[in-house]
């Protein structure tokens, strides 16, 4: 999105006067590989704290991109336990102890984060040993989501809530600093609990996906995949209900179709702004949205 001079100058001047939110796109695609679409993980930061929405593959190549040093990442939420949301993990845990984080890392998520976390000290122990003496290195420590927890030094408050992702045990996040919200929908088909939290919100990060009528009418693996996602339908029901006022599409399952195509008959019904979320992709919320890093 292009911005002409003059409205970036008027932004920048208005900076003071509301606290600027920012979200980077560190990762927007889905299991499958894609060096342009690495795994689901979104950084949000403002001007005392980062956190991070799931760590999917590759987390720590873009957050070297973007020039961050982990020192500042203490809290990280996973919305389920389907390994392209956390295979990242390890590597993020590993690698931030490299670079001397002095700091532990907390990991808030679902039913068997716990194990999960657990699992992994176990498999890199011997990595650890060789490295760090004694106890002297940065810890993951792990919380289930329904276990009662208080950050007070946390100025982002993000409110867990579940959503509809089939089978497995799986969560939305609803991000509050000041006056301004961010929801991320998480993997999940239509949601009255993504409705209810995103009511209201600055910018909806909704998940969605989209097949042709041949491809889905001929693949059961497919119709039953779509059965725990969103729907273009489903998503404009959602929006029409929400009407955030801004929509962004991320970690989109699209088979056989462009997302102009799903753009396309998205405005056929719904008049609000939507766009579709690509990694690297930065916006700064404050007292207007701006949007930077689109077509790298």
Known sequence: MIRCLLLLIFFISNVSASEVLNITFLGTGTPRPNLSKLG???????????????????????LNQVGNDYSKINNIYISHLHYDHIVGLADFWLTSNLW??????????????????????KSYLKDIEYRYKKNKYSKIKCYNFREIFNNKKSTLEVISFKNSHGHV??????????????????????????????????????????????????????????STHTTISQLIRVLDITKPKLTILNHALLFGVSENKVLSEIKKKYNGKVIFAEDLMSIDLGN?????????
């Open 288 to 296: 207007e949205i701006n949007i930077f890093n689109i077509g790298k």
């Open 100 to 121: 001397q984080k002095k700091t532990d890392t907390n990991i808030y998520g679902p039913n068997g984060i716990r194990d999960f976390c657990s699992g992994i000290e």
């Open 40 to 62: 689901p993980s979104i950084l949000i930061k403002n001007k005392t704290e980062e956190i991070l929405l799931d760590v999917g593959r590759g987390v720590t190549l873009r």
């Open 169 to 226: 045990d799986s969560y939305g996040f609803k991000i509050i600093s000041g006056d301004k919200i961010i929801v991320y929908s998480g993997d999940t088909t239509f949601s009255d609990n993504v409705i209810k939290n995103s009511k209201n919100s600055d910018i909806l990060i909704h998940e969605i996906i989209a097949s042709s009528d041949k491809l889905f009418k001929n693949n059961k693996k497919l119709q039953q995949v779509t």
